[in-house]
């Protein structure tokens, strides 16, 4: 009866420890998994996507009609240069984009829209019909940058404008 008491006893010690164990593997992983999403959770982009038409050109006698808010898909791209697209003849319209696609979300009724993104440096676009669209470029003719920093939504309102005059 002795020898079953002792048997319990290192095996409830065995348990106890392989339990231990576990839980320690478990929060490994699970700690592991969070640093791999580090930044997404409170991190991206945020704005207004707007529909601009007609004549912009100023006028003091008849102002301009605000920009109108539009549901639309909007594609997150990695960084995309002008060498990394396909163009469509000389206008802001492209026909393909060689970088990695990183997200695509349908904008909310009033154009507005939250993406949730790791750090990093992006490219946005909307599509009409078969082309991408973006018309906004910085210095390097990398098309529409968005900077995504760790802890922060950056606001970026997208204007597509290819039914404006300006």
Do not use: W
């Not at 396909?86 to 990183?102: D, M, N, P, R, W």
């Amino acid at each position: 009866m002795q020898l079953s008491a002792v048997a319990f006893h290192i095996y409830s010690i065995h348990m106890k420890r392989s339990l231990f164990f576990s839980f320690i593997a478990m929060g490994s992983l699970a700690f592991l998994t969070l640093q791999n999403d580090a930044g997404c959770n409170s991190s991206g982009i945020k704005g207004h996507v707007y529909f601009v038409s007609g004549n912009r050109m100023p006028s003091p006698d008849e102002p301009q009609a605000a920009p109108k808010g539009i549901k639309t898909k909007l594609f997150v791209y990695k960084l995309t240069n002008l060498g990394e697209v396909q163009k469509e003849g000389s206008s802001a319209f492209y026909k393909s984009i060689s970088t990695e696609l990183v997200k695509e979300i349908t904008t909310n009724d009033d154009g507005s829209y939250k993406i949730k993104l790791k750090p990093g440096k992006y490219s946005l676009f909307v599509k009409k019909d078969d082309l991408f669209y973006s018309n906004l470029f910085d210095a390097e003719n990398n098309i529409h940058p968005v900077e995504v920093i760790k802890g922060k939504m950056t606001r970026d309102d997208f204007q597509v404008d290819y039914a404006a005059v300006y």
